[in-house]
């Protein structure tokens, strides 16, 4: 199958990429690298264990190729999407204080990157559009866990983006008969992830911080809770999707069906590495919600999703490859 990955070159999508190379299928890379590395496509290996692009994002395959562009550039999803049967759109402005502080990049890139490619996709009479969605969209809400009937409460500007994606893709399933889906991720964390940024996510930024014997920032008091939820489980979500009988603009959630609080991440950190380094609490940001955990069951029964990788071991193997990768 030929698939396209938009957002290929980042933390989500170059993970996907590399799962669907190892599963035998041709892949095309979308990514205007505003986030997205080049070193992560080079750390790419196929089912032979050989790099699939070099040192400068070039394709070293016949099965793997990178366009360089915008998918808020109408032109450009045309471009990327013909000739390819399945679409998986990773590529966002992930972040919800970033959409606070900028909200105009993160709905161009969120929003209308996302209706270009669906237009895209319909022209090229594309079969099925996987959406990376947002488990944002719920908001604040007590109750617990969250389940996709619940209605939807979006706190910033990206949660409002990333469900304005999951309508775009619910319409043009019943409008046009494109197959869709969208996968409300939670919290999805492991190698490769950026802990330098300022709006780095808290496993990756907690852990180098700890190897440093720095003390890790956390916003408000810690007892919040979320639903940390290992790459691996997010890239075998999408393999599912792509195998699944016909998909009709559906939501569901991936996550591991668990959560934790941020106080317990650091003291799991400090105890995986032998340390004893204290955080450092500041005031809690707009837009985060206290409290995140997902009922999985829809995922199951729509796509036969069920996570493969638990927290515990997740966040294990997460803490070697840092340690590893200094």
Not at 101 to 122: I, K, Q, W, Y
Not at 252 to 270: F, K
Request: hydrophobic content about 40%; aromatic content about 8%; overall charge neutral.
């Amino acid at each position: 199958m030929f698939a396209l990955v938009t957002g290929g070159a980042g933390f989500i999508g170059s993970h996907l990429v590399e799962g669907l190379l190892r599963n035998g299928h041709r892949v095309r890379v979308l990514d205007n690298f505003s986030t997205g590395k080049v070193e992560n496509l080079a750390a790419l290996r196929d089912a032979n264990g050989d790099p699939v692009f070099d040192d400068r994002g070039r394709s070293r395959t016949r099965d793997a190729e990178l366009i360089r562009g915008d998918a808020a550039d109408p032109s450009i999803c045309k471009a990327a999407c013909t000739g390819i049967e399945i679409i998986f759109h990773e590529a966002a402005v992930p972040s919800v204080p970033k959409s606070i502080a900028d909200p105009v990049t993160s709905h161009r890139a969120n929003v209308e990157g996302t209706f270009n490619l669906l237009m895209g996709a319909r022209e090229a009479k594309v079969r099925r559009f996987i959406h990376a969605a947002s488990s944002s969209a719920y908001g604040e809400s007590e109750r617990l866990p969250k389940v996709e009937s619940m209605q939807s409460s979006p706190l910033s500007p990206y949660a409002v983006q990333k469900l304005a994606g999951e309508n775009y893709c619910r319409v043009f399933a019943s409008c046009y008969g494109l197959q869709t889906l969208s996968m409300r991720y939670f919290n999805v964390f492991g190698p490769r992830q950026d802990p330098k940024s300022q709006y780095a996510a808290v496993i990756p930024a907690f852990i180098t911080s700890i190897l440093r014997d720095e003390s890790p920032t956390i916003y408000g008091d810690g007892e919040q809770t979320r639903d940390f939820t290992h790459i691996e489980n997010v890239v075998g979500a999408n393999l599912l999707a792509m195998e699944a009988a016909e998909t009709h603009g559906e939501v569901v959630n991936i996550a591991c069906g668990e959560h934790i609080s941020i106080n317990q991440i650091i003291a799991r950190i400090n105890e995986s590495l032998g340390k004893r380094v204290p955080a450092k609490y500041v005031p809690e940001r707009p837009g985060d919600i206290k409290h995140s955990w997902a009922d999985i069951s829809l995922a199951q029964r729509v796509i036969g999703y069920r996570p493969t990788v638990s927290f515990a071991d997740g966040l294990k193997r997460t803490i070697e490859w840092y340690a590893a990768n200094r």
